[in-house]
């Protein structure tokens, strides 16, 4: 009797026991160290709001912000429609489940190797004197060499969409795997072309999937420094990259500020999200 | 200077650490064999001391270690951080080291903390030989003292438990000057197509999109302020302390002049500022005198060109932490003094650094390595690195010339200035605008 009133407590209690250690204490102490103070080499025990005033009411701030929520957007939108496009075709343009596993995992095969890797590997080939521009030019396609392809706003989301578009072809695909194909021989039976299907059939079955993938990408890309730091050479800001800054200096009651505020921008877009599409309720 | 070093560590990896390593075992293999016969103090050999050594890691080198080792018989152990990471350990945990191997700048900011004790000049062997730079300031009497923090400003306290640096020489000393050099911009002359001869012409639009400049705001802003001098947009009081108006001046102008495309990226590290070089996608950047030295092994040109305004310099010393007492403190002092007598100065000078005392390193190196090093003499045979690889053929001439030539020609040195935070803020701007 009281055992079996206890299991469940003792089945959870591991996983609660991880979760306190290694998130609620880091993020318990993040915010209590965002209140102290600092001075160049060292931080005080403190309660002073001048991290977040500071934070706040810079401008750097509100451009970085604004320029990660840029790179968000963008990322986010093309990583939908490749992923989507690819999750559909490997779920209702192949037939059999063997060939589908083996393509599905043909889509991993880039991520046996660490993002940085796949990050770095895209500067050589897209520089003034890389294999894109010697090849366009001995194509004779163009004179000189294009400058925008390497260090700059394109090139951080090329690589960003390169690191993360499998993040939304994942879980979309394991929804669209789910739908019930009678809905859709139904669909056609009364009358519906192909397009009316994927609009008011497939795409509303699939939100769960694209819920999914949209937090995925969306943390991923508000969080990242290093994609930022290294494709667009040291030229652009984001919220990661600032803190890293900020870390590197010391300066790590102020690092932790912007971290909580990044926290509690991420935790709103993701509520937002779920708000749209009721995860729970498709799984 | 902050991550040359792990950089440093991390790229030469591989083949060049392991001939090291190997040549280190020889060395240390035939100097205990010579210790032996010659007899060197051996109380250290009876009585194991180790002392704890971190710092900026340019000179925290495993062949320094290993031949003190056999030398001295004192156990080094080493430990290479970022010059923010140094800051904080000398202040916060004061019982984590025993020397601590840091920046002249960085003394600034930890010496009044206390946790540093001065050094009695009476026990170093050789203080009187010290290049002058760390005592009067002055290369040679009429050498004007350059503008930041000069080690000579932070080089000295009034007594042996003041906090208080000194003016002018005293018997106590902050810290053994260890390794230092002059920085200036690196150039790719196969590239630029014309000569290059003052800091502005990085700005030439020419070179537009072709430049960089390094993004540590503490040093990035030197190059910054060598730049905006030499092109006439303002006159600085003192680079290395610069007014909350002078920073948005230099400031100001530098986020015009990256709006205006003209750098093609900031670097932050040791092998950025390599790759970005030896790909072409720069032609004139800042950079440190080890990343030209890596371009040029890859065949490929580069320059570390002289300038008019003078170079950018920087140093760093050993600093011996307040609770070394009795036996290890005559160990730290003893190590020093080995420090200065010689080997590890000819090994420094090979890197293409200075050394602090230059006669005992004059004798430990062969008069040609000496008059192309410190003379700026054309290299009569191959000039080889301490491990061995050549750096540079017959005939090559040192760039820069002569250390008289190189060190007389400083115009700044690496400084923390009494507006840092308000600096860093608005070099954030910079980078994000």
């Not at chain 2, 005559?330 to 190590?335: L, Q």
Request: with cysteine; proline share 4%; charged share 15%.
């Amino acid at each position: 009797m009281t055992l079996s009133r206890l299991a469940p407590y003792l089945q959870a209690g591991p996983l609660t026991a991880i979760l306190f250690a290694f998130l609620v204490l880091p993020i318990a102490t993040i915010v209590m160290v965002s209140f102290w103070d600092y001075d160049s080499i060292q931080i005080f025990p403190a309660f002073v709001f001048t991290n977040y005033e500071e934070t706040i009411t810079s401008p750097v701030t509100w451009n970085t912000y604004i320029n990660t929520l840029k790179y968000t957007v963008i990322v986010w939108a093309i990583t939908l429609l490749v992923g989507f496009w690819v999750a559909y075709y490997l779920a209702f343009h192949i037939r059999s489940a063997t060939t589908q596993m083996v393509l599905f995992l043909v889509c991993t095969i880039p991520f046996l190797t660490s993002n940085i890797i796949r990050m770095i590997s895209w500067i050589p080939f897209l520089g003034r004197n890389g294999l894109l521009n010697q090849s366009m030019m001995s194509m004779g396609l163009i004179d000189t060499p294009l400058e925008f392809l390497l260090f700059s706003d394109f090139a951080v989301v090329l690589a960003m969409v390169h690191l993360y578009t499998l993040f939304m072809v994942t879980p979309i695909f394991n929804t669209l795997m789910r739908i019930d194909r009678s809905l859709i021989e139904a669909a056609r039976d009364a009358g519906a072309n192909a397009w009316q299907i994927l609009i008011n059939v497939i795409i509303p079955l699939a939100k769960p999937g694209i819920a999914i993938g949209s937090i995925f990408v969306v943390t991923l890309v508000m969080g990242d420094f290093i994609t930022v730091r290294f494709m667009s050479g040291g030229q652009s800001a984001s919220v990661g990259l600032m803190m890293a800054n900020q870390i590197a200096l010391l300066q790590y009651p102020a690092a932790a500020a912007n971290a909580v505020i990044l926290l509690i921008i991420v935790l709103l877009l993701v509520g937002g999200i779920l708000r749209i599409v009721n995860i729970r309720k498709e799984l | 200077m902050t991550t040359k070093i792990t950089e440093l560590k991390g790229s030469t990896k591989g083949v060049s650490r392991r001939s090291l390593l190997k040549g280190a075992a020889g060395a240390a293999g035939l100097a205990a064999g010579a210790g032996v016969v010659t007899g060197f103090p051996t109380i250290w050999a009876q009585n194991p001391i180790t002392l704890r050594q971190f710092g900026t890691g340019v000179s925290n080198l495993n062949a320094i270690a290993e031949k003190c080792k056999a030398d001295l018989g004192i156990t080094l152990q080493m430990t290479a951080l970022d010059s923010d990471a140094v800051s904080q350990r000398v202040v916060t945990q004061a019982n984590s080291f025993d020397i601590a191997d840091i920046e002249y700048w960085i003394c600034k900011k930890v010496f009044p903390a206390g946790t540093l004790q001065p050094m009695d000049v009476k026990k170093i062997k050789y203080y009187d030989d010290i290049v002058p730079i760390f005592t009067t300031g002055k290369l040679t009497p009429d050498s004007k003292i350059a503008q930041g923090t000069a080690p000579n400003t932070v080089g000295f306290v009034e007594g042996p438990d003041s906090k208080k640096f000194a003016a002018a020489p005293t018997q106590w000393m902050t810290l053994i000057p260890t390794i230092y050099n002059a920085d200036t911009l690196g150039i790719r002359p196969d590239l630029v197509g014309r000569p290059i001869k003052n800091w502005k012409d990085i700005l030439d639009p020419a070179f537009k999109g072709k430049t960089s400049i390094l993004n540590i705001p503490s040093i990035g802003i030197m190059d910054a302020a060598m730049i905006c001098e030499s092109a006439g947009i303002i006159k600085y009081g003192d680079k290395g302390n610069m007014t909350k108006a002078e920073i948005d001046t230099t400031i100001d102008f530098l986020i015009k002049t990256k709006k205006a495309g003209q750098f093609r990226a900031f670097w932050k590290t040791f092998d950025e500022s390599v790759n970005l070089m030896a790909s072409g996608e720069v032609v004139i950047q800042s950079m440190w005198s080890p990343a030209v030295a890596a371009v040029r092994s890859k065949g490929i040109p580069c320059v570390y060109q002289p300038l008019e305004e003078g170079y950018r310099a920087w140093g760093g010393g050993l600093g011996i932490a307040k609770h070394l007492k009795g036996a290890q403190l005559d160990a730290a002092y003893e190590y020093i003094n080995w420090y200065l007598s010689g080997w590890v100065g000819a090994y420094l000078n090979r890197q293409g650094y200075y050394s602090a005392v230059l006669s005992t390193a004059e004798k430990n190196m062969t008069p040609d390595e000496w008059a192309f090093w410190m003379l700026g003499q054309p290299a009569k045979t191959d000039i080889l690195s301490p491990e061995g690889k050549v750096m540079y053929t017959a005939g090559a001439v040192r760039d820069g010339g002569s250390f008289k030539e190189r060190m007389g020609a400083v115009a700044c040195w690496n400084s923390v200035m009494d507006e840092d935070r308000y600096m860093v803020r608005r070099w954030n701007e910079f980078i994000a605008a």
